[in-house]
Structures are given as C-alpha cells and as structure tokens.
C-alpha cells in the first residue's frame, strides 16, 4: 500500500501526504464548471413564498419595535 492509499484508506494516517495529492487540471475543470452550475441554480432559483412571508412578519416585528411605521420609512 502506497503513502497515498493509506492517506485514503485510514483517517488521520499520513496527515502532511494529503498536501502532496495535485488533482489532474481536467478533474478540476470539471469539479469547477458542475459547482458553478450548482451555484447558479441556486441563485437563480425563486424564494419560497415561505420564506418572503417570514421575512415580511420579521421586517413588520422589527419596523414596529422601532417604531417606525411604513410611512416614515418611505
């Protein structure tokens, strides 16, 4: 078994062999493009209507605990 396959096989066996492992540039190419098009999915998606309720109860807790009402913010 090499330094590298122990490093793979066992956690914590050969801690400085890890520094030593260089990804193939077309293995990280790819592992680049497919987190960028997970990114962008996630960015891109809509926000749950969930979430813009709860996000409109906290800004109606936090406008009235400041006592500012809608028509002195604007």
């Not at 997970?38 to 809509?46: L, V």
């Amino acid at each position: 078994m090499t330094n590298t396959d122990s490093a793979m096989s066992e956690p914590g066996a050969g801690d400085n062999d890890d520094l030593d492992m260089i990804l193939d540039p077309k293995v990280q190419e790819s592992i680049g493009r497919s987190l960028k098009a997970h990114y962008d999915d996630i960015i891109n998606a809509p926000v749950p209507d969930k979430f813009l309720v709860l996000l409109a109860q906290l800004e109606a807790t936090e406008q009235r605990a400041s006592g500012v009402s809608s028509d002195e913010r604007e």
